[in-house]
């Protein structure tokens, strides 16, 4: 089973950053495309953005396009999401997985395991 462990959650102001990690153990992380999904309270779990195994091309959806950057460590095992100009908006539980990378990006494209997630809350 693909498990996945995300981490670097927290709560911002407007306008601030963070890093979420999603590290893999027991598997060897770069052999898989990898998206990072939110689900904000009272709404469905949608995506965010991937990055493939093959080429390491990205994804991301409209919303976050400029703000947020997707990138890999193979050395470290680890998929990071580097999160700048957050808004009230961004504020939800944020899950990373194995999926097929595109443009569709959704749950329906997820093949691996969910895990706890990480909250992050962008409020003053």
């Known amino acids: 089973q693909l498990q996945l462990v995300e981490s670097g959650g927290g709560l911002v102001q407007p306008g601030g950053s963070l890093r979420l990690s999603c590290a893999a153990s027991g598997f060897t992380l770069h052999y898989y495309s990898i998206g990072w999904f939110r689900q904000a309270p009272g709404r469905g779990r949608e995506g965010v953005s991937c990055i493939s195994s093959s080429n390491s091309s990205t994804y991301y959806t409209d919303s976050v396009k400029g703000r947020f950057t997707i990138s890999r460590d193979n050395a470290k095992n680890t998929v990071y999401l580097q999160m700048n100009s957050l808004k009230p908006e961004d504020t939800a539980v944020y899950y990373c997985?194995?999926?097929?990378?595109?443009?569709?990006?959704?749950?329906?494209?997820?093949?691996?395991?969910w895990g706890q997630g990480t909250q992050v809350t962008v409020s003053s």
């Open positions: 997985t194995a999926v097929f990378c595109s443009e569709g990006l959704s749950v329906g494209t997820a093949f691996g395991a």
